[in-house]
């Protein structure tokens, strides 16, 4: 701002209430004072615009212009609207150039209103009026108003009395004003309180009422000053004690010295001195800590501050401020180290292979760390991958669970002003590792929750910005600790739950789940030889799992995107095998299918459900995507005497119950074509229902499996075996692409489906997505409309006549 304001001074006497106020002044706005009618003040003037205007007019022939106030000081280039409508018409007395500004001498004659701004360029100009003055009273008033004036008076001497940054001798200035406007305008103008308080009162054109706000003001002002010389006579009193008390600790360490005892508090000081120089910190880290240290050798150990400022000094010498582990940028071993502790995964080992070779060509600062986010669902490795991450780079590897934390400090750390504060888990993981650039895996990122503590996804947007993360700030340190060299690993279930900012700062990689012969070779190289480790026994005396054994346990006891079950089931007959041993079995255990039935019971699933359940018209298997992988969906249909109702069960949500009645309108609209006669739904009640009932359902994928399914019904056909579909529908029969195709490929082949029917425009999800093995192993259908699915998955009339002829 180009205003200053000095020193304040007072000289009534001087100055004349009857001078003439021109209509229109030119405006100089001034900022953290109010000036005052009768008053003279100095100020000083030093942007360009507002010399002009102070040169303009000295040389005009009444050398008056309007002061108003700034509402926001720290404004630039203020204009009409930047300022307080109600101020002063001022007059300039002296004014002295200098080089770089000006410093002028101006007085205050009346209370003014800016009406209208008639010039912007080179300095404000307005239209103003006078605001007069109301002091003719009765009296009765009269009385009330002397009144009022001596309180003034007197509780402004105390004021002044007991405050130590006004003068003493504005005491007898109090006393030598008579005119109550004057007095009242005198000591607002040197009152300390805020800007907006005198304001009010400057716009206040009644005496009386001036005075009386004036007078409050006043006694509040009396009452905080003797409340404040109490609490200073206290401290004092304190002051005194805390100088006795270290007067004798100076007195005791000099004995300690005299009998040779040494000072203990002057080593440990030194050492953690020592120990901060050696951690090689950022410069504004070392300052900071030997700020602190400073604090520390002057505290009692008894002192509840020493364990504070002593927690801190520890938590920034812990942290690996230079300590670095190199990278392992030998590609062809890389990509061994990752093939040996995961089999599959193809499309993330290819992103680390890529990483690590733009590393090699690169140097370290110049590259940004990529931030990855697993996505899958559970038991298909995501973890697991980080550690074979880490130590295929040969980077420390640091593990941290946000599944449920609802608290931002978790994420940035408490402030040091709380008991018991900590830093967040980032700096506390960083300094677990000891190294400066480990791989950092944020575990369940999809589960983090926000409540009344804060949203820690907002905390993690910083964390996982390589544009931020460098100058990361945690809570509990207050200094900038560099993230940008840390290789951040995220994982989820689904995506749909992460906040979309921090969603768009990762890269996704999508871990679908793994087809039979993948499991099969994980249970062969991984899950078998760990359990048979755990429970202490050996693959070539006790022991031995057939292909044929995994294999049953596989279709007939699990049905998972993952290994977790099939880890639990070899699991469990590694325990059974190990009590047989124990109670003095000799002979080597083959676990083929038949032992598998032996040791785990009847098989829990059967590829023989789909033939069972769709052995009668009304029946179609559809595909659903669950955060757990794929999964087959039964939809029933049933027809009952009643009249124009479509029921849908099933807990099914409104897109899916939208779908069942898209289904419904298309069937009646096209009866004929399907051979099914148009009437029946004058006196018929159509029922849908989605097993299993407990598990709430939604999507509109399931489209064509319930129109399938009421075709079915209505005309007598059933659908085929083994036969399953995926798609949205529109009313015009058009079959539109769905998502989570692989998952759903997988779970139809764990489910022993031969034939899948699925929309056309997926085609190049499929091709991409699933394993040709997978895409050889079944017939995969691509349609376009409801005529093709129906063609493909009912049996034609020809099939059904035979089928009730050989009835």
């Given at each position: 701002m180009d205003i200053q304001v000095g020193a304040e001074k007072s000289?009534?006497?001087?100055?004349?209430?009857?001078?003439?106020?021109?209509?229109?002044?030119?405006?100089?706005p001034i900022k953290d004072t109010v000036l005052f009618p009768m008053v003279v003040m100095p100020l000083i003037v030093s942007r360009e615009s507002s010399m002009k205007l102070v040169d303009d007019a000295v040389v005009s022939d009444s050398r008056i212009i309007a002061l108003t106030t700034l509402k926001d000081p720290d404004i630039e280039a203020p204009g009409i609207d930047d300022v307080y409508p109600i101020g002063v018409a001022a007059a300039i007395h002296t004014m002295l150039r200098l080089p770089e500004h000006q410093r002028l001498i101006i007085q205050g004659l009346k209370r003014i209103r800016v009406t209208e701004c008639i010039q912007t360029e080179p300095y404000l100009r307005v239209k103003v009026e006078e605001i007069p003055e109301i002091d003719d009273w009765t009296e009765d008033e009269m009385v009330e108003i002397e009144a009022l004036r001596r309180n003034v008076a007197e509780h402004f001497q105390k004021v002044v009395s007991l405050s130590s940054g006004l003068p003493d001798e504005l005491q007898s200035i109090a006393t030598s004003i008579m005119k109550p406007g004057v007095l009242a305008d005198t000591v607002a103008l040197h009152l300390p309180i805020s800007i907006q308080e005198k304001q009010t009162l400057l716009e206040m054109s009644s005496v009386k009422e001036r005075l009386r706000a004036l007078l409050a003001i006043l006694m509040r002002e009396v009452e905080v000053l003797e409340l404040g010389s109490k609490i200073q006579s206290q401290v004092h009193s304190e002051m005194g004690k805390s100088q006795r008390d270290y007067y004798l600790r100076e007195q005791m360490k000099a004995i300690q010295r005299e009998l040779g005892e040494g000072d203990e508090r002057t080593a440990e000081v030194e050492e953690l001195r020592k120990k901060i120089i050696d951690a090689k910190m950022t410069d504004e880290a070392e300052k900071e800590a030997l700020r602190e240290l400073d604090r520390l050798r002057h505290m009692s150990p008894a002192a509840p501050e020493y364990t504070v400022a002593r927690t801190f000094i520890d938590s920034l010498i812990g942290l690996p401020w230079n300590t670095f582990t190199e990278d392992n940028l030998d590609i062809p071993q890389v990509h061994k180290i990752l093939n040996e502790d995961h089999y599959g995964l193809d499309k993330v080992k290819e992103r680390i292979l890529e990483y690590l070779s733009v590393r090699k060509f690169r140097e370290e600062g110049e590259m940004r760390h990529p931030i990855l986010c697993f996505v899958g669902p559970p038991g298909?490795?995501?973890?697991?991958?980080?550690?074979?991450?880490?130590?295929?780079?040969?980077?420390?590897?640091?593990?941290?669970?946000?599944?449920?934390?609802?608290?931002?400090?978790?994420?940035?750390g408490h402030r040091r002003t709380y008991i018991g504060a900590l830093p967040g888990q980032i700096i506390q993981g960083i300094k677990r590792s000891e190294s400066h650039n480990p791989?950092?895996?944020?575990d369940e990122i999809d589960k983090v929750g926000a409540d009344f503590r804060g949203d820690p996804s907002s905390a993690l947007l910083e964390v996982l910005d390589p544009e931020q993360n460098s100058t990361f700030r945690d809570h509990y340190l207050e200094v900038t600790f560099d993230l940008s060299k840390v290789l951040f690993i995220t994982t989820a279930n689904v995506l749909d739950t992460i906040l979309p900012p921090l969603r768009d700062r990762m890269e996704v990689l999508e871990i679908a789940g793994y087809t039979e012969e993948e499991k099969l070779e994980i249970a062969k190289r991984h899950l078998v030889p760990k359990q048979l480790e755990e429970h202490g026994l050996k693959k070539s005396r006790h022991i031995n799992f057939l292909d044929t054994g995994l294999k049953e346990i596989i279709r007939g006891y699990t049905r998972e995107a993952g290994v977790r079950n099939l880890e639990r089931q070899v699991a469990t007959i590694c325990r059974k095998v190990t009590r047989e041993w124990a109670e003095g079995r000799s002979k080597i255990v083959r676990v083929s299918a038949k032992q598998v039935h032996e040791y785990l019971g009847v098989p829990r699933y059967s590829h023989e459900e789909l033939t069972d359940r769709t052995d009668e018209p009304g029946i179609a298997v559809g595909l659903a995507w669950t955060p757990t992988g794929g999964s087959v969906l039964f939809v029933e249909a049933?027809?009952?005497?009643?009249?124009?109702?479509?029921?849908?069960?099933?807990?099914?949500g409104d897109v899916m119950k939208e779908s069942a009645h898209a289904a419904m309108s298309y069937v009646r609209s096209h009866g004929p074509e399907l051979g099914i006669d148009p009437a029946f739904y004058k006196d018929s009640d159509i029922h849908l229902h989605v097993p299993a009932g407990a598990i709430p359902k939604d999507g509109p994928s399931a489209g064509v499996t319930m129109l399938t399914a009421i075709a079915s019904l209505l005309s007598g056909r059933k659908v085929k075996p083994r036969t399953a579909m995926t798609g949205e529908i529109t009313l015009k029969g058009k079959v539109l692409p769905v998502g989570g195709l692989k998952e759903k490929i997988l779970a139809a082949r764990r489910a022993g489906v031969e034939t899948v029917i699925v929309p056309k425009d997926n085609r190049k999800d499929i091709i991409e997505d699933v394993p040709?093995?997978?895409?050889?192993?079944?017939?995969?259908?691509?349609v376009e409309n409801i005529d093709q699915v129906l063609s493909l998955a009912l049996e034609s009339p020809k099939q059904k006549a035979k089928k009730k002829q050989s009835r």
């Open positions: 000289d009534p006497a001087a100055l004349d209430r009857n001078v003439a106020i021109p209509e229109e002044l030119s405006l100089l298909v490795g995501k973890t697991s991958l980080g550690k074979s991450i880490a130590r295929a780079l040969g980077r420390k590897f640091v593990r941290m669970s946000l599944g449920g934390v609802r608290d931002e400090a978790e994420i940035r791989v950092f895996m944020m049933t027809k009952m005497p009643g009249g124009k109702h479509l029921f849908t069960t099933g807990q099914l040709e093995d997978i895409r050889e192993s079944m017939r995969i259908e691509y």
